[in-house]
């Protein structure tokens, strides 16, 4: 009988809570390159400077720049990514780069993994976020030498916490003139709204352990 119950209460507490999920950009065959302008029928190299390289999991798109994708390779003393690889930032005023989330569940507690490239000239990035699918947006905090305490190594930045939202788009853009950043693992929680299979699984295990427990108690 036990059993039954605590199964039924760890199936309500899995489709009832945020699941924190990582999104670390590792997977080769996921990144899109972007197309070639003198041939559209081909794709520039991903480890170029473009401004349509993109990643999409978990119903998250990441595009813009122009960036490029990076490999773990050492920079200033410390690795080029978490994983695999990383997005690399370029160096120039234009640089515009964005996570939008097209997923039908509610998000909340962005952050990701960021690194300057060294320590000149100080990187100067804004990073921004729109819960209203890009209409406007509200400042996250900046990231330059200062606020990466002078390092070179990883550091989580905490885009927002506790907004929840369908409509999320992140956006981190160059101030002006800046060093190259890196950016990493970038991680959300998901109250997850699973689909209708999945439901009727979980309904199904909760009606057969409410059953075996009324059974018992007779």
């Known amino acids: 009988m036990k059993i039954f119950v605590t199964l039924g209460l760890y199936l309500t507490i899995f489709a009832s809570s945020a699941l924190p999920l990582t999104i670390d950009f590792d997977s080769n065959t996921t ?102 699918g890009g209409t406007t947006f509200s400042l996250a905090g900046t990231i330059n030498n200062a606020t990466v305490d002078n390092s070179s190594d990883w550091l989580t930045f905490d885009v927002f916490s506790g907004v929840l939202s369908k409509d999320i788009v992140v956006k981190v853009e160059a101030n002006g003139t800046t060093e190259r950043i890196l950016i990493d693992d970038f991680t959300f929680s998901s109250a997850a709204v699973p689909e209708s299979g999945t439901t009727v699984a979980f309904l199904g295990l909760a009606a057969f352990g409410l059953i075996l427990f009324r059974r018992f108690q007779t």
Not at 80 to 90: E, M, P, V
Not at 103 to 114: E, L, N, W, Y
């Open 31 to 132: 990144w899109i390159r972007a197309p070639d302008p003198s041939d559209p029928s081909k794709t520039t190299s991903i480890g170029s400077y473009q401004t349509e390289h993109s990643y999409s999991a978990f119903d998250w798109t990441f595009t813009g720049g122009p960036a490029m994708r990076k490999t773990v390779s050492v920079v200033d003393g410390f690795a080029g990514a978490l994983g695999t690889y990383s997005w690399k930032l370029r160096d120039e005023a234009s640089v515009s780069w964005t996570a939008t989330y097209s997923g039908s569940a509610d998000i909340s507690d962005v952050s990701f993994a960021v690194r300057r490239w060294d320590a000149g000239p100080s990187p100067d990035f804004s990073v921004s976020y729109s819960t209203d």
